[in-house]
């Protein structure tokens, strides 16, 4: 039990327990006061006032102790008949002791009706009759809050706590897989075309395919642009598949039948919680290696700023978008083809589709471990923090497209109008949502500040290709031997300009 200081003075607190523990070391044996200090923290003169009320320490622990079992019987037997208030403490190390965990129902898992989904499981060997299982592929969005502290947080010793606001900052991701194990490059959707920190053609060497919307949802031209990509792949390789999607917003029926290599397949509406293989554990264990990336970075800073908030404010796109790759990388295949299993996809897993070896959900609640231990470490203790499963499971339900009503489809129409005829107010929204994260990635200041110091160095490398006797260096010296007789320089009072 941690030792709690009155700030200012040399005493320390010790609770009924800690005294009845040193009356327990004292009475074990010849035991000095001065080892007894040093072993519980206190001082000396304490010590001897604890041995002192021995005997009423003793009654006072054991009449406590009793007092307790007899109240918690009583609520075990009629809990109706007692007002029973836990302290958040003692619920805590009450989940931990029984291992109970808060669970989010995740996606449409209370709509789904067994009737439907066993009835398209009957059907899907038919359905899937002629695909190889490379060629059975699930694809589904999820939203990401890609710069967000879990609920509580810490103050390092010492420093005022300032609060913090937590980050807003939302992106939409699409993941694709296959019964086999495999898995595409994922895509991410952002509300800039082209952050400050996409510099040096960075977008074409992105680890992910990107995509933008101006509130970084999943659009059907988006989806359409996607699965167009992925066509061309596929037919180059002169290879069809099956793509099972849900029946979201963005997932347009009419995208049924454009692709020549590519069958899009849409699940029953409110079925995907059971019977999407992305929804049953694939996406929630690649959050649990993200935010862990996320927070080793916060914590790995931390001693270097005054706020944690400081930290989070360093975190740009660029950077979430490398952790998002290098997450994905992570999901393992054996968890991916436990999903399809639990999905019941192929005909000859059905038989093990309930097994609890094949349970996807072990293998998040394994990596969810090391996840927590970075939630306590950031939150100063487990008793301060909030559990993996709830940092995670809170972005279950982000909106990864637009649900709206035909009402308001007007007022959306003209938005998107008023942003389109003006460049400028987009322009200003990314400088705005960057210019904090991505401080840091400014131009370098250049060597030469003047034309005359430029002109200098062009004459310097116009004799050292002289110097050299190929053919190379040659035409670069014409080249130069034409350009600077033209660039005639004026030297004005107070700097130098082109003529």
């Known amino acids: 039990m941690a030792l709690s200081t009155q700030k200012g003075k040399d005493r320390v607190y010790l609770s009924l327990k800690r005294k009845y523990e040193v009356v327990k070391a004292a ?95 009957e ?26 502290l879990p609920d509580k947080g810490f103050a390092r010793k010492g420093v005022k706590c300032k609060g913090g606001k937590k980050s807003k900052q939302r992106m939409t991701l699409a993941f694709f897989v296959n019964a086999e194990g495999e898995k595409a490059m994922p895509a991410v959707i952002w509300k800039s075309e082209i952050p400050r920190c996409f510099k040096r053609n960075v977008k ?91 927070l080793r970075y916060v914590l790995a800073r931390i001693e270097d700023c005054e706020t ?15 952790w998002v790759s290098e997450a994905w990388k992570q999901v393992k295949p054996d968890t991916i083809k436990k999903c399809f299993r639990r999905a019941g996809i192929l005909a000859d897993d059905m038989a093990v589709a309930h097994i609890p070896d094949a349970d996807p959900f072990e293998d998040v ?59 400028s107010s987009t322009e200003q929204e990314s400088d705005d949502d960057d210019e904090i994260v991505c401080i840091a990635e400014v131009d370098p200041p250049l060597k030469i500040s003047t034309f005359s110091e430029a002109l200098t160095q062009l004459e310097d490398v116009k004799l050292f290709l002289e110097s050299k006797n190929c053919a190379k260096a040659k035409r670069l010296g014409k080249i130069l031997t034409v350009l600077l007789p033209a660039a005639g320089v004026v030297q004005t009072k107070s700097s130098f300009e082109l003529t």
């Open 123 to 148: 059907r899907l060997p038919q359905i899937l009759d002629g695909y190889d299982r490379r060629d059975i592929w699930n694809m589904d969005e999820t939203g990401c809050f890609w710069k967000t």
């Open 204 to 294: 074409k060497n992105l680890p992910v395919c990107y995509y933008s919307q101006s509130k970084s949802w999943t659009t059907g031209s988006i989806l359409d642009s996607v699965l167009s990509s992925l066509n061309r792949k596929l037919s180059s390789q002169r290879r069809s598949i099956l793509l099972l999607l849900d029946n979201a917003g963005c997932h347009p029926h009419d995208l049924q039948g454009k692709y020549s290599n590519i069958k899009l397949l849409f699940l029953p509406p409110n079925t995907t919680s059971e019977l999407q293989p992305l929804d049953l554990g694939i996406i929630q264990n690649f959050k649990v290696f993200y935010k862990s990336r996320f």
């Open 365 to 423: 609640d394994e990596n969810a471990a090391a996840l927590q231990e970075l939630i306590d470490a950031h939150s100063g203790g487990a008793e301060n923090s909030c559990h993996a499963e709830e940092y995670v499971e809170g972005e279950n339900y982000l909106p990864v497209c637009f649900i709206g009503s035909d009402d308001d489809w007007e007022e959306e129409f003209m938005e998107t109008l008023a942003a389109k005829s003006d460049p």
């Open 308 to 322: 944690v908030t400081d930290v989070v404010k360093s975190v740009n796109i660029l950077m979430a978008i490398r």
């Open 27 to 121: 009475g074990c044996g010849a035991v000095l006061i001065r080892k007894l200090a040093e072993v519980f923290g206190c001082s000396k003169s304490q010590i001897g006032v604890i041995l002192k009320k021995r005997n009423e320490i003793v009654s006072q622990y054991k009449a406590n102790m009793a007092n307790s079992s007899v109240q918690l019987k009583k609520i075990v037997d009629d809990p109706s008949q007692h007002d029973f208030r836990g302290s958040s403490g003692w619920l805590t190390k009450w989940k931990q002791r029984f291992n109970v965990k808060r669970i989010t129902i995740c996606g449409e898992y209370g709509d789904a009706r067994g009737e439907t989904v066993e009835s398209w499981k």
